[in-house]
T-cell receptor, first 115, second 112 residues
Framework: ELKVEQNPLFLSMQEGKNYTIYCNYS?????LYWYRQDPGKSLESLFV?????AVKQEGRLMASLDTKARLSTLHITAAVHDLSATYFCAVDRRYSGGGADGLTFGKGTHLIIQP | NAGVTQTPKFQVLKTGQSMTLQCAQDMNHEYMSWYRQDPGMGLRLIHYSVGAGITDQGEVPNGYNVSRSTTEDFPLRLLSAAPSQTSVYFC???????????FGPGTRLTVT
């Protein structure tokens, strides 16, 4: 059974600081997804990581994927209050035929950035 | 494009009632799926479809039915609502089984 574990689950940090969220998964996969969710809202796609060694950056967020270690990281640089949200990583579930049947999600990292 | 749309946004049901959550997408995506989100649990896959006429179970299918008669629509039916089905339900679609998933705005369901 595929398991996806994120840590930490809760993170309170100050503006201007750097921090990393970790996402470990239990089976081989070369695709990993990061989403952001604001309270009461839907999920917004942040990054799609499609191969080992993939690195993507958008503003103060950078995501990377190490498929051999089954690990992805989401790094926050010089955090600002607007980045406060819940961040989820997800991995494709079982493959059959043309692709996966859906995503298995981590439990999410609730991030609070204080001024 | 409207993307993925869901109705209703909010719903309150009594135990034992049935209802259908609607989901539609206008991106001509083959893959569609339903997830539920509970506090501290992330999202869990209920049912999915790889094309019109083809559906299958996900991780937590009990108490739910789906059908896919067109590419655009993928309704989720609660047969006899139970308090354990109180949750936020998200519909999602993706062009193939390998690409990014796009999520609808969600339906917040309360069963009393």
């Amino acid at each position: 059974e595929l398991k996806v574990e994120q840590n930490p689950l809760f993170l309170s940090m100050q503006e201007g600081k750097n921090y990393t969220i970790y996402c470990n998964y239990s089976t081989t996969s070369d695709r990993l997804y990061w989403y952001r969710q604001d309270p009461g809202k839907s999920l917004e796609s942040l990054f799609v990581l499609l191969s080992n060694g993939a690195v993507k950056q958008e503003g103060r967020l950078m995501a990377s994927l190490d498929t051999k270690a089954r690990l992805s990281t989401l790094h926050i640089t010089a955090a600002v209050h607007d980045l406060s949200a819940t961040y989820f990583c997800a991995v494709d579930r079982r493959y059959s035929g043309g692709g996966a049947d859906g995503l298995t999600f981590g439990k999410g990292t609730h991030l609070i950035i204080q001024p | 494009n409207a993307g993925v749309t869901q109705t209703p946004k909010f719903q309150v049901l009594k135990t034992g009632q049935s209802m259908t959550l609607q989901c539609a997408q206008d991106m001509n995506h083959e893959y569609m799926s339903w997830y539920r989100q509970d506090p501290g649990m992330g999202l869990r896959l209920i049912h999915y479809s790889v094309g019109a006429g083809i559906t299958d179970q996900g991780e937590v299918p009990n108490g739910y039915n789906v059908s896919r008669s067109t590419t655009e629509d993928f309704p989720l039916r609660l047969l006899s609502a139970a308090p354990s089905q109180t949750s936020v339900y998200f519909c999602a679609s993706r062009r193939t089984g390998k690409g990014e998933q796009y999520f609808g705005p969600g339906t917040r369901l309360t069963v009393t």
